[in-house]
């Protein structure tokens, strides 16, 4: 059962694929959603294609300090962020032996990092609001379970965000979530054309976890809203 109450949900990632999905998904369930873009114009272009109460901020998470400095901005105009969704990522090919250590430090940096910084600046209020949910867009090619069989660099950053995800639920309370998910293989950039699901179907957990009811899990991971080994 999803809580009804009108929440404020920020996505990374917002302007495409799967992370338009989840907003799309989201502002149709009625919440207000900050469509979060590094190209602010992207943003606004996907967020003029929605119907509901969408609002375009930029975030970029290739930089910390750039990235906290637009958190600051956003929190000014609108401090009571109830979910935050780390959708953003990316996927670099090549084995641990051949990858360059920029594309190396660029995965660990977007896909790990930042959602570990958004965390760090969006979590204190929620724990004293007594409300939050977070949901961490992982895959089954940073799953140990599955074989991390992934390309290096993706597959041990999403492995460290699943790790991220179960420390953290540890020290949270109960009021405040967090579950990593795996939406399958989905037809994005990143997926590309032959992949087996469409973005909603892709997004549907994550919309799933990012508005748990009171006594939904946490520090899970979890695929087709069922859990999944780590
Ligand atoms: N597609 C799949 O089959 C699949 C499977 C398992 C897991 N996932 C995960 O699901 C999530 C969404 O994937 P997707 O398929 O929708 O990917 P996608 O189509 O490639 O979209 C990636 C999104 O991340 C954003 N992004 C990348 N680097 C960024 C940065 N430095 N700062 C801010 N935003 C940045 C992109 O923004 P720009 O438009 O500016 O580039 C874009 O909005 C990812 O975490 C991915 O690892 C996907």
Redesign the pocket.
Known sequence: MIDQQIKTALV????????LAIVQGLAKLGHKVLLG???LS?GREAASTIAGDVIPVE????DRLTLKSQVHAILEEYPKIDALVN?????EYGSLLEIDEEQFDKSTR??FEAPFDLIRLLTPDMIQRGYGRIVN?????GSFNEGLTGPSAYAVS?AALNALTLTLSQSLPQSVKVNSI?????R????GAG?SRS?EK?AETAIWLATLPDDGPSGGFFRDKRLIGW
């Open positions: 990374t990632g917002g302007n495409r694929g799967i992370g873009s590094r190209r992207a975030l970029d998470l290739s959708n953003a990522g990316i996927l977007v896909n867009l992982s895959s089954g090619w999403k795996c939406p399958g293989w989905v994005t950039d990143m997926g992949a973005p892709g």
